[in-house]
């Protein structure tokens, strides 16, 4: 059974959707049945073009990307979710909607926070700079996630690892 994650940020326009690139990027690359998905709980209707650009330069189709909400997920016919992972402070501070898990149970969540990138000074090279760290930084614990043993892990230490991910 596919593993689903859902990766939140509040506008669903870059972090977010960067999550969800490199995600299911590594999972197609290294054979791993886990399908990466992103929303916002105000999408913005846009994705950043330096998202876009970021994930693009490295070799990630992004032909699909959409801002979407997170109540896409929250409704009948949505997948069941495994993991639900914030990305954004603000969207980890906010009440989420109730996500259907697997065998009708909730998905284990965690919040990994990285700072905004479109935030960055230095004009268009700064931003770049930016996506592409926040892009590779987020990448790097998407792979320590495909490392672990997901499909054989309970509740409580699948909860633990990505906490202690979150913190590397």
């Not at 998202?51 to 109540?71: F, Q, V």
């Not at 069941?80 to 969207?91: G, Q, R």
């Not at 592409?132 to 614990?141: H, P």
């Not at 998407?142 to 509740?155: G, K």
């Amino acid at each position: 059974m596919t593993t689903q994650v859902l990766i939140l940020c509040t506008h669903n326009s870059a972090r977010s959707v960067l999550g969800e690139g490199m995600l299911n990027h590594w999972a197609k690359k290294l054979g791993r049945d886990v399908k990466a998905h992103s929303a916002g709980s105000a999408p913005s209707g846009r994705i950043n073009p330096y998202a876009i650009e970021a994930l693009s330069n490295a070799g990630i189709d992004t032909a699909t990307c959409r801002s979407k909400s997170w109540d896409e997920f929250s409704r009948a016919g949505a997948p069941p979710l495994s993991i639900v992972i914030t990305v954004c402070d603000s969207a980890a501070a906010e009440t989420c909607p109730v996500f259907f898990g697997a065998a009708g149970g909730q998905p284990v969540k965690v919040h990994w926070g990285y700072p905004d990138p479109s935030n960055a000074e230095g004009g268009d090279e700064g931003k770049r700079r930016a996506f592409e760290l926040t892009r590779l930084a987020i990448g790097y614990r998407m792979l320590q996630l495909l490392a672990l043993p997901i499909e054989s892990m309970d509740r409580t230490a699948l909860q633990a690892a990505l906490l202690e991910i979150g913190r590397s």
